[in-house]
């Protein structure tokens, strides 16, 4: 079983092996491209430049899909969970149209690459089914489904619906897919490096100095190269796009049922949030998939409650046998919908960036790595502007980016203030963590199982936020920019790659 930034085991984790490197990094040599990040956005960008003739290093702080794609639902669709009339309205119907088209090329490659290199990963073509179960939903839906048809998908009217809900009115959007995401990226990361390319797992990087070559600063030395890209969910340090992608969290179970009653194709339910169901065969065992009860990182005292919610939601409907596995991810949600791709803003070397996916990121980490390799190639691509990093909407962006910027503010100030509420060390069960206050300041502390409580400094080493407990994945996760951390505050998730400081305890 491979490692995954969360204290909870996900399915795709459980069923695979570690990757073993074959080729060697090596120091003296200027890289063309030097690529951070260990997902489907690294691994294929690494991949499609190394065969396009450029000499790649793929550096990873972790194991090759220890981040959001060892934590995916792997839905790869080109209905994406931002309304098609939202990104019409932000982006017009010509952004609309690209965002399809872009989304259904990354699904063909990923469907090429699995024909070429004869990848098992259960990948099937399938259709989605999007449901609304009120007035108000089938408005929703009504709107949605003639944008969609505006942007060229296939949708059409559905009588029924493979899952097991009441519903008011339905559509189906054909040309979607599913596959199990772990044996893709490694099976491509072996492509990569039999064309020459290398990579380095456990290996941080921790600087990159932006001149001609730049040089990477790593946890395992420096290494340099002529362009650079940050496939690491956010990039790292401080930028313009940590004030624009808002970080989620989403809840996830995958369930045998007793009736072997598993639904077919994908769907999804209109509620807000939104849950999403799926069947995944695995070494002959079909996994009902069903996710949902997102909410903003670090904003969710009780994050077990989140799992209790989905699966009393599940029972309700399907004939669960059991639930084998239960797991949540985090994924970064864009101010205007849709994801940032292409040189990174503010940067004078060629330093490129592909965040923001929204819950779609085994589709845009795909369609990133196309537009990635055309740009670095010096090629064209129709969507240079659509996902350009530097874009500034004249709208304001989702409601739920203005509130996220005011917790920013309010976050950095609490830093400025006495603590408003003192919390006692007396009373944390073992396996709980909370902040409590200790001879005047705040500490992040955490009693395992054994009884040893475990001290850290609470306050985001990115840029001062105070980070809160999950219960679920029992990690400290940062609500401003979503920096998550362990209990002894080794670093999890970017946007920081600075362990929170340890306290002793006497
Ligand atoms: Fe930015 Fe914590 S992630 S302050």
Sequence with gaps: ?????????????????????????????????????????????????????????????????????????????????????????????????????????????IQHHIDRFDIRCGFEYADAYLFAQTEKEEAALKDTAEAMLLAGLDVSGA?????????????????????SPLPYIQRMAAAFEHIGGTILQQCRVTAVQDNDPMLIVTTLGAFRCRQFVYATHIPPGVNLLHLRCVPYRSYVLAATLADNNYPEDLSYDMQQPFHYYRTQVMDGQPYLIAGGEDHKTGHQENT???FRKLEAHLREAFNIEDIRYRWSAQYYEPADGLPYIGRLPGQTGEIYVATGFGGNGMVYGTAAALLLKRLMLGLHSEYVKLFDPSRIKPIAGFNTFVPHNADVIKQLASRLLPAEKLEQLAGLAPGEGKLVSYEGSKIALYKDEQGALHAVDPICTHLGCEVHWNQAEKSWDCPCHGARYGIDGQVLNAPTSRNLDPHDIG
């Design 304 to 306: 077990e409650a989140c």
């Design 1 to 109: 079983m491979i490692l995954r930034d969360a204290h909870t085991v996900s399915l795709w984790q459980d069923y695979a092996g570690g990757y073993n490197v074959i080729n060697r990094a090596d120091p003296q040599q200027t890289y063309d491209v030097i690529i951070a990040g260990g997902g489907i956005t690294g691994i294929t960008t690494a991949f499609l430049l190394q065969n396009a003739g450029k000499n790649c290093l793929l550096i990873e702080a972790a194991n090759l899909g220890y981040g959001t794609t060892g934590g995916t639902t792997a839905h790869l669709n080109t209905l994406v969970d931002v309304p098609y009339n939202t990104i019409q309205q932000h982006f017009g119907k010509e952004g609309a149209r690209q965002v399809k088209e872009a989304t259904a090329e990354a699904i063909q490659l």
């Design 159 to 179: 009588a029924t619906i493979p899952v097991p809900f009441s519903f008011r009115k339905a559509v189906k959007v054909t040309g979607q897919a599913k596959f």
